[in-house]
């Protein structure tokens, strides 16, 4: 039954047959649950930059805004002042307290040795005594630093 021949002999009688055509009553069934096609439009990239724009125009704005201002504001009522220099600072105390820690992943130096990069973030906070007697004057600022750590390979 399940010899050479006898599946060559089934194969030709499949590769004969033919599909029946499907029932009216069914193609119409399927003809009306079809979806109408969808009008098709001209697709434009316009609307795509438009938050990008508006972004980068807030962006500019907040930045324009929010920077230092290089020269005094005169008012009215500020008398004129001699050019007088400032006493010097003597510094008193210094202080770095460490705000925050990013790590940046892994990369390779120029050996192709990994090498993770670490960002730091710290608060430097110094404090003056000034030479004419005034209270002392703190001053802090903010800085970030890149770190290299080696990470051995055994």
Known sequence: MNTPEHRDELEKLLGRMKPSAPDALLMERLRAARPAAAKTSRVTSFPRWIPLAAAACL?????????????????????????????????????????GVTDFGIVHDSNDRPVRL???????????????????????RVRQEILPVSIPIY
Do not use: F
Request: aromatic content about 4%; charged content about 15%; proline content about 12%.
């Open 59 to 99: 962006a500019g704005v907040l930045g324009l805004t929010h920077l230092p201002r290089k020269t005094p504001i005169k008012t009215a009522a500020s008398a004129p002042t001699a050019n007088i220099p400032a006493p010097p600072l003597v510094p008193l105390e210094s202080s770095e307290h460490l705000m």
């Open 118 to 140: 670490i960002a730091a973030t710290w608060l430097d906070e110094t404090t003056y005594a000034s030479s004419s007697k005034d209270s002392p004057v703190t001053r802090s």
